[in-house]
Nanobody
Framework: QVQLVESGGGLVQAGGSLRLSCVAS????????ISWFRQSPGKGREFVAG????????FYSDSVKGRFTISKDNAKSTLYLQMDNLTPGDTAMYYC????????????????????WGQGTQVTVSS
């Protein structure tokens, strides 16, 4: 079992930055890959960025590449998502989700592989 808790969302102006945190706990927290997904009203949940235990690698969607950066603090079991140069299009509820074991560049965005997620944190970017 894995528990995930997100934090760090808020209201920011376009061009601003936020850092989201995802704290993992539970017996299998060291044997998972964690990714960030987001969901806007009326839309499906989309992949944003993810980290895999395989070669300790991070992946990003084209829409955030160059603006968002994943980092982690293993001692705190925390994955961070640094979001820079935010735009109104980034407004959404952000969720961290965990998949067992390692994901690859081909599977990192496949939601059905993720069986744990948190309650989400809201990010709102004003123009």
């Amino acid at each position: 079992q894995v528990q995930l808790v997100e934090s760090g969302g808020g209201l920011v102006q376009a061009g601003g930055s936020l850092r989201l945190s995802c704290v993992a706990s539970g017996r299998t927290r060291n044997n998972i890959s964690i990714s960030w997904f987001r969901q806007s009203p009326g839309k499906g949940r989309e992949f944003v960025a993810g980290h895999t235990r395989l070669r300790d690698t991070s992946f990003y969607s084209d829409s955030v590449k160059g603006r968002f950066t994943i980092s982690k603090d293993n001692a705190k079991s925390t994955l961070y998502l640094q979001m820079d140069n935010l735009t109104p299009g980034d407004t959404a509820m952000y969720y961290c989700e965990a998949a067992p074991g390692a994901v690859t560049s081909q599977s990192v965005g496949v939601r059905r592989l993720y069986n744990y997620w948190g309650q989400g944190t809201q990010v709102t970017v004003s123009s």
